[in-house]
């Protein structure tokens, strides 16, 4: 909320994506700090969110900076109540995505299993994917030649949304690390990678740049040919 007030009284853009992605980091930090005997599995699983959050922050932050502001804001800026459903929006997902972390952080007497190696590496991906594929679209708009066109080289040949298929597969991976720990009611935090994927295919992410570029490149014989041979998140196996 102190987040939403700073966006609109100074109107900018600049604190938005940076307070979600430090958000992660507080609330592993705390959720550490109230457990009186962290184990190898706690730090473990901080470090990793520590990794995510600390280059989502800078690489978000950077970019705003380059950019002056944020267009998916350019309608509703100065609309406090659409900004402030926005927040809202923002904060419950937090809240959602967050679920493991809140459970198992405070566990006690946590011993290592295989299957949370296999969620640190599905972790691993997914921060390297969504890490390569931040630069080479961030190098590509930087390119003035590029202005009027599309990115469709390196990981996005691949998927439309690298990005976001990578920050997936960090969700799912926490998740996968935490899973062996859940018991009863505490499976709720299966809503954690079910909601990051919800958010970003069908709410907000992805599904917002679909229409905008369906827009602007609809006479584009080169994208229509694109999104048919390139799938939203997941690679096509066949095209």
Known sequence: MIGFLVAYLRQTDHFTD???????????????YLNPNPQVFHWVLFIMISMWSIRLAIFLGYR??????DKRFDGFRKAW?????FWVLQYLSILIIALPLFIVLI???VELVFWQGFGLIVF?????IE???????FVFKLDDKNKKSFIQSGLWKYSRHPNYLGEWFVWLGIFLYCMPLLQGFEWIALASPLWIFILLRFISGGNLLENSAK?????????QSYIENTGIFFPKIFT
């Open 18 to 32: 940076v307070i979600y992605a430090l958000s992660f980091m507080l609330i592993a930090g705390y959720g550490l």
């Open 64 to 69: 705003i900076r380059i950019w002056g502001h």
């Open 81 to 85: 109540l659409r900004l402030l459903r």
């Open 107 to 109: 566990k006690t007497n």
């Open 124 to 128: 691993i991906s997914g921060l390297l």
């Open 131 to 137: 890490s390569i594929a931040d630069y080479q679209k």
């Open 215 to 223: 827009v602007k490149y609809r006479n584009n014989p080169n994208y």
